[in-house]
């Protein structure tokens, strides 16, 4: 059985950091790609970052470079976003997702597996 399992949200002040985790199990975790979403209320779901997990490629949604990064830690099975320099409109749920292959964050139909979502809130 595949399971994304986030961890890590809460509550900052801007500018300050948190640092997410999406632990992954039931399946072979270097053949996938993991993607971080987010959706606010009242918004679309929106494309954060993902990662290819065996080649390494990445991708950050515009609002993010600079103060996001992700990374997989292969032997754990879980892949962490940092993110950094936090403003009020990255509140949101956070979701991870995992995909056969293919990093992209253009569309979350294409990933297969979910996480339950974690809160982030960002205060002004």
């Known amino acids: 059985e595949v399971q994304l399992v986030e961890s890590g949200g809460g509550l900052v002040q801007a500018g300050g950091s948190l640092r997410l985790s999406c632990a992954a199990s039931?399946?072979?975790?270097?053949?996938?790609?993991i993607g971080w979403f987010r959706q606010a209320p009242g918004k679309e779901r929106e494309g954060v970052s993902c990662?290819?997990?065996?080649?390494?490629?990445?991708y950050y949604a515009d609002s993010v470079k600079g103060r996001f990064t992700i990374s997989s830690d292969n032997a754990k099975n879980t892949v962490y976003l940092q993110m950094n320099s936090l403003k009020p409109e990255d509140t949101a749920v956070y979701f991870c997702?995992?995909?056969?292959?293919?990093?992209?964050?253009?569309?979350?139909?294409?990933?297969?597996?979910w996480g339950q979502g974690t809160q982030v809130t960002v205060n002004s």
């Open positions: 997702a995992a995909r056969y292959w293919g990093c992209t964050i253009v569309s979350g139909t294409e990933y297969d597996h």
């Open positions: 039931g399946f072979t975790f270097d053949d996938y790609a």
């Open positions: 990662i290819s997990t065996s080649a390494g490629s990445t």
